[in-house]
């Protein structure tokens, strides 16, 4: 048997399960680290949105050791560090059924099945904790500063919310040499946010109404972020809307299509956009700011999520229960 947090359907508690058995093309995986999403909060508030079954045990950013394994997988070995992948792209290929924690049981638990479609081993240089976070919060950030914005040196980029995501989102945008500047209605964000790579940042982005933004990405999508997104973006600019802080937006489709305004949803990331981000940590270009919590105390870090009081990743190791520091490794 082992402790897991599950979601029922209506509140999330930790339970005894049994240990998972892989299956064929599956690995069990002794859990050392996952990351706290704030999409795990939005399956708690939403009574199930997302998830494939109840109860289920949530945690989709996850990293550990490989402790059995099928046959039939002859490229891992037992005792191989590695995280998983949510594979989110190509989207229309994407198949959450197979997707951790959220097609079946996660990573906020001692030990839980990875597909062998989505493995991925970790650098040696990179953390069971950086590993985790990067499949997710680091990975999904990329996607949309990347792939989406197309953010490039000649870019001026604003990131909206800077918890763990949008702090991602600022560091890689910086990488990229774009002029970034962040917004959080929680100014106690704004010095991490800084050394990530912001030239400034602001409350509203009504006080930033002197810059002239090309790329405005929203990490935060409570709804009223997106619509100010829209008026403020340059014409002829583009919107990214990551954050799923808000079930429904109204907006104006006069403002969206007299200003000519381009606007994205994006969700994780590809297979390859993973294994470029743990090159980034492995190389010391991406330090992900993260901060560890008792595995007791899940359900309460993930309010912490909800009320917008964390600074940077929070994240969990299920498999000790010391009392744990905050750390940037």
Not at 160 to 186: C, P, R
């Amino acid at each position: 048997m082992m402790k897991a947090f599950q979601y029922d359907g209506a509140t999330i508690g930790v339970k005894e399960i049994p240990v998972p058995e892989p299956a064929a093309g599956q690995v069990l995986i002794a859990v050392e680290a996952a990351g706290l999403c704030h999409s795990d909060c939005t399956i708690v508030n939403g009574k199930g949105a997302w998830v494939s079954k109840t109860p289920i045990t949530l945690g989709h950013e996850v990293a550990g050791t490989i402790v059995k394994i099928s046959p039939e997988i002859t490229d891992f070995d037992i005792g191989d560090r590695v995280a998983i992948a949510l594979v989110s792209h190509p989207l229309e290929n994407a198949n959450w059924s197979t997707t951790v924690g959220l097609g079946y049981d996660g990573g906020y638990a001692e030990f839980t099945l990875a597909y062998r479609e989505h493995l991925v081993k970790i650098p040696t240089g990179v953390s069971f904790a950086q590993a985790a976070v990067a499949t997710d919060s680091i990975s999904t950030a990329y996607h949309a500063v990347v792939a989406e914005a197309r953010v490039t040196s000649s870019t001026v980029v604003g990131i909206i919310g800077l918890g763990g995501l949008g702090l991602n989102g600022v560091t890689i945008a910086a990488l990229s040499g774009a002029q970034v500047y962040g917004f959080d209605i929680n100014d106690k964000k704004f010095p991490d946010a800084s050394k990530s790579g912001a030239i400034q940042c602001f409350s509203r982005l009504s006080d930033a109404s002197h810059i002239k933004f090309d790329v405005l990405i929203d990490f935060a999508g409570v709804g009223s972020t997106t619509t100010d997104a829209i008026s403020s973006v340059k014409v002829g600019g583009t919107v990214v809307l990551v954050g799923l802080g808000a079930a429904e937006m109204t907006v104006s489709t006069h403002t969206l299509v007299t200003r000519g305004v381009r606007l994205y949803g994006s969700i994780g990331a590809s297979l390859e956009e993973l294994h470029s981000v743990l090159n980034l940590i492995d190389t010391r270009k991406i330090t992900p700011l993260l901060e560890e919590i008792p595995f007791s105390t899940v359900r309460e870090g993930l309010e912490r999520l909800d009320r917008n009081a964390a600074i940077g990743r929070l994240f969990t190791c299920p498999r000790r229960e010391t009392k744990p520091e905050s750390n940037s490794a």
